[in-house]
């Protein structure tokens, strides 16, 4: 993380300060409370300070650690119960200054940890949009490059009408990439932004399913790799059909990427009481390092890196799997206990469950 990160506004509570500092700061709330209690029992006919042990523990909660301003605190409540027993202050008062104490620590610890949780936040999120516009221009720039330098070889040097066309389909293939990485981005961006679903009508999941598995089913058959479906119920889902299908497209796709000639892939479907079903798709490939297990539905995150670039994969399909499973409010998650490749579980809300036959 950068330090323009690291550094916080000069106001913010608890700020990360040296030693000395912390125990000037600590001296000097507890000089302040010390001269309360000096005054009050000394000075006769002296006006009530409990305004300044309210200031002692300001200063304490905002600007130390936790353990020491709850000994500032405790610190002035003894002042005030002394007070109150020698007769300095009257009894209603002490009562009053005992609980406004009490308040004024708890209030300011909430608000400082509040303040600081949105100060953690913000940092997380310029942090990780930092990343992820790195990692953007980093996947548009490979195939732009590539784009370019043909162009420019081309316009170079003669060409044949062979070479020509080869040129011409090498550029349609990067175009194609820079169009699907382009599209991929938009769907994030929607999804955090909360816009993801924009028309919500009542899906059956084994239908989506099913169209699913036969738009794959072709090409597992030229990889030489057995597809099996078992949907043993139905389940209706209040959501975006095109969404669920895309989410099962890519869920497929990368299944029968990582899967070796003569392997296998199988979808199931099984009902998950009450108003849940659950989908899982589960391949024999090489399974997820676990280097990658962590962070494998966070965007650019990539099970083998040149295997992906091969394909034309960017990192981005799990990710949009994820934010399309979160916009049903369902979960998506990587089997941990699955032994011999990978499986991914979905599982989503239902708004009718039913056995299939």
Known sequence: MSAALKRRDAFGPRQPTSLLTRATTFLGCAAMIGMVLLIETLVPNNPTLGGMLLLAVLFATWLLPTPLAVVITAAALVVTLITALTGAVDPLTAKFQFVAVVVTACLSELTVRSLMARDRAQIATTDQLRRFTADAAHELRNPLSALQSDLEITLLQPRTPDELTATVRLALKNTQRLVKISES??????????????????????????????????????????????????????????????????????????????????????????????????????????????????????????????????????????????????????????????RIVVRLPVTKLSERV
């Open 185 to 342: 981005l938009l769907t994030l961006s929607r999804g955090d932004a909360g816009g993801l679903i924009t028309s919500v009508t009542r899906v059956d999941i084994s239908d989506v399913l099913e169209e699913a598995f036969a738009r794959w089913e072709g090409h597992a058959t030229a990889l030489g790799v057995a597809m099996t479906e078992q949907l043993d119920c139905e389940g209706v889902v209040e959501g975006d059909a095109l969404l669920l299908g895309r989410l099962f497209d890519n869920l497929l796709e990368n299944a029968l990427a990582y899967t070796p000639k003569g392997g296998s892939v199988a979808v199931k479907l099984t009902s998950s009481p009450p108003g849940a079903c659950v989908i899982s798709i589960t391949d024999t490939g090489p399974g997820v390092p676990p280097s990658v297990r962590p962070v494998i539905f966070e965007r650019f995150s990539r099970g083998d890196g040149s295997r992906s670039r091969k394909t034309g994969g960017a990192g981005l399909g799990l990710a949009i799997c994820a934010a399309i499973v979160s916009a049903h409010k369902g979960t998506i998650s990587l089997d941990d206990d699955h032994v011999g490749g990978t």
